[in-house]
């Protein structure tokens, strides 16, 4: 029996990557929406302040139009890497900078606030103090 022609793409192993890199995404986006409800009752909210986070997390996705603002930039870094470094690799990396940035957020959101404080702000008694032998 021949393959039926709506899944004639999939006999390339390129599809099928591509069609399991979008499932898990989708089911990353859909997981997200579960622990930001849990989150929000966890710290003590109620449907306001997950209303509050819910419209916060979709104004923050008006971030589209800065990298529209910024496409220019990215096509000439790119372009030029495209020529030289596979195109699965480029995909690798680009996939690979969202959850990279989301752990080290949340390394630094568990860092006691001594450790996330800058030393300059510090009072001039606190300085002497600390420099004193």
Known sequence: MPTPR????FVHREYRVLIAA?????FGSGMWAVG???QVI?????????SLVATAGR?????FFVS??????????????AAVVPTWVIFLVAGGVCPVMAVVALVVARMPADELAHPLDR????????DSP
């Open 59 to 63: 104004v923050s996705s008006l971030d």
């Open 42 to 50: 966890h710290l003590g909210g109620g449907p306001l302040e997950l």
């Open 22 to 26: 979008l499932a898990v995404s989708i």
């Open 68 to 81: 529209l603002a910024l496409m220019p930039v990215s096509m000439a870094l790119a372009g030029p890497a």
């Open 123 to 130: 009072s001039a008694g606190d300085r002497e103090t600390a």
């Open 6 to 9: 709506a899944l004639r793409p």
């Open 36 to 38: 930001m409800v849990y």
